[in-house]
T-cell receptor
Framework: AQSVTQPDIHITVSEGASLELRCNYSYGATPYLFWYVQSPGQGLQLLLK??????LVQGIKGFEAEFKRSQSSFNLRKPSVHWSDAAEYFCAVGSNDMRFGAGTRLTVKP | GAVVSQHPSWVICKSGTSVKIECRSL??????MFWYRQFPKQSLMLMAT?????????EQGVEKDKFLINHASLTLSTLTVTSAHPEDSSFYICSARWLASGSYEQYFGPGTRLTVT
């Protein structure tokens, strides 16, 4: 069965610092992988996705993620965090049905 | 493009009543729509998957008689919470997918917050 693990429930970084959010997945075939961001009381916005090809994926808002099959990981990165990046981040895997990780809440310190 | 709307954005209802939530794909035809619920500070849990013109497929543990899903057209799916109880209070989010695009990407609505008093 497919599943997603986000090991970090809450991360705090200083504005301008780099960020990496971890995501590990379990999937029987080539996974379709996604990162979404959710602001309080809002729906989900797609940051980036990986279906195939180049394992380093560029997304919106300066985010990128790298697919590493050997580690079953799809970590999200940003070189310099802005205060507006504070939100909940979800990693998801799936094709016909999508499974979400538990989410990582990002707090940005001024 | 690929905008999904939900109506209402929030609703309060009394215990025992039913409430209907609409999910619309505004600029594309959604061959498949999904319904999720999200409890505070938790992740999204898939409730059911519906294909246009077919009966919805419910996830294990989701009561199909309580959460009625209708996907009568390629742009509209509805979720009706019947005989609502306070424990049904949650954030309900729909998403839509257009398989003709060749992508498995789902486009999410803004969510509907249901409070049952």
């Amino acid at each position: 069965a497919q599943s997603v693990t986000q090991p970090d429930i809450h991360i705090t970084v200083s504005e301008g610092a780099s960020l990496e959010l971890r995501c590990n997945y379990s999937y029987g075939a080539t996974p379709y992988l996604f990162w979404y961001v959710q602001s309080p009381g809002q729906g989900l916005q797609l940051l980036l996705k990986y279906f195939s090809g180049d394992t380093l994926v560029q997304g919106i808002k300066g985010f990128e993620a790298e697919f590493k099959r050997s580690q079953s990981s799809f970590n999200l990165r940003k070189p310099s965090v802005h205060w507006s990046d504070a939100a909940e981040y979800f990693c998801a895997v799936g094709s016909n049905d999508m499974r979400f990780g538990a989410g990582t809440r990002l707090t940005v310190k001024p | 493009g690929a905008v999904v709307s939900q109506h209402p954005s929030w609703v309060i209802c009394k215990s025992g009543t039913s409430v209907k939530i609409e999910c619309r794909s505004l600029d594309f035809q959604a061959t498949t729509m999904f319904w999720y619920r999200q409890f505070p500070k938790q992740s999204l849990m898939l409730m059911a998957t519906s294909n246009e013109g077919s009966k919805a497929t419910y996830e294990q543990g989701v009561e199909k008689d309580k959460f009625l899903i209708n996907h009568a057209s390629l742009t509209l799916s509805t979720l009706t919470v019947t005989s609502a109880h306070p424990e049904d209070s949650s954030f309900y989010i729909c998403s839509a997918r257009w398989l003709a695009s060749g992508s498995y990407e789902q486009y999410f609505g803004p969510g509907t917050r249901l409070t049952v008093t």
